[in-house]
């Protein structure tokens, strides 16, 4: 693990994934300084030795390097240009990072707002969920100038087990639209599969396991399968998240005016989970569309 001693950092969203990030740098030696919505989870950190801060401006101000891992789009736009955003305690010389999955073309004119002011600004979303935030084993897709991610660079080796400079800023994020289609379309694989099988009159833990090893297998097979298999959706990745970046990635696709059916059915059955009353729950609750008697 990286050193991160004498490093100031500031850390804003501490949701499912954000806090675990932020004990992570803490513990790699970091001083932290935090912000969040709602205070609880201030609290509990603030107990752990972190430092409050009272607005993103703040948080800014008392920093060298700024990461945001927020909800949505909109959230990080308020977080960076509304009232007290980070733009207004921003010297020249700092490193704003977004970990958040943010449209691309927002991203692109936040790095324009956050360079005039004479900072560096990189797109690095990740993948792994809350297994990978705790573990410090998130994959990173990064978007910026070079010397920007050499900067990082520390921070994402305490972060990741796997970061990859994809291009400049905005090509982090469309390789994390790449990601999330790919998984929502394979949990959605993986729900009508093992549905099929139970309406077969086939165990479908036992499908599940004959399938791994094999070309059916995947990391959505192994995790997700088991938790539709077990009927535990404890989200590690909430469903209204996974329907956030399908139509994130639909949106993407028609600025291109390219075509992507199989995301839009996908999309579609989320949006039908959500409507039922399950957006709470793990996006592999996506067998609750699906298989109708779950």
């Known amino acids: 693990m990286a050193d991160l001693k004498d490093w100031k950092i500031g850390f804003i969203g501490l949701g499912l994934m954000g806090k675990p990030m932020a004990r992570n740098l803490q513990k790699a030696g970091a001083t932290l300084v935090i912000n969040n919505r709602s205070q609880g989870v201030i609290n509990e ?4 030795g972190m430092t409050a801060a009272a607005n993103p401006a703040e948080v800014a101000r008392n920093s060298e390097v700024v990461i945001l891992m927020l909800s949505d789009t909109a959230a990080v736009e308020t977080v960076i240009q509304g009232e007290n955003g980070v733009l207004g305690g921003l010297d020249e010389g700092k490193v704003v990072i977004d970990m958040s999955t943010t449209k691309v073309p927002v991203t692109r004119a936040l790095a324009k707002a956050i360079r005039d002011q004479g900072s560096e600004y990189i797109d690095a979303p990740v993948s792994g969920g809350t297994v990978g935030a705790e573990g410090g084993t998130l994959t990173i897709m990064a978007g910026g100038s070079v010397t920007a991610i050499e900067c990082a660079m520390p921070i994402f080796e ?40 139970r309406k ?53 696709a028609d600025m291109l005016k390219t075509d992507l059916p199989a995301t839009r059915l ?26 109708t008697d779950s």
């Open 266 to 291: 996908n999309r579609d059955l989320y949006d039908k989970l959500i409507e039922d009353g399950h957006g709470d729950l793990d996006h592999s609750a996506l067998i609750k569309a699906i298989n």
């Open 45 to 48: 950190l603030e107990r752990e």
């Open 158 to 197: 305490v972060l990741g087990a796997k970061t990859t400079h994809i291009g400049d800023v905005g090509a982090g994020q469309v390789a994390k639209t790449a990601n999330q289609m790919i998984v929502g379309l394979n949990i959605g694989a993986v729900a009508e599969a093992l549905t099929l099988a």
């Open 200 to 252: 077969a009159g086939v165990d479908p833990a036992l499908v599940r396991q004959a399938l791994g090893g094999g070309f059916a297998d995947s990391r959505v097979l192994e995790l997700h399968g088991l938790r539709m298999v077990e009927e535990t959706f404890q989200p590690g990745a909430r469903a209204t998240v996974q329907l956030k970046d399908m139509n994130q990635a639909l949106e993407l």
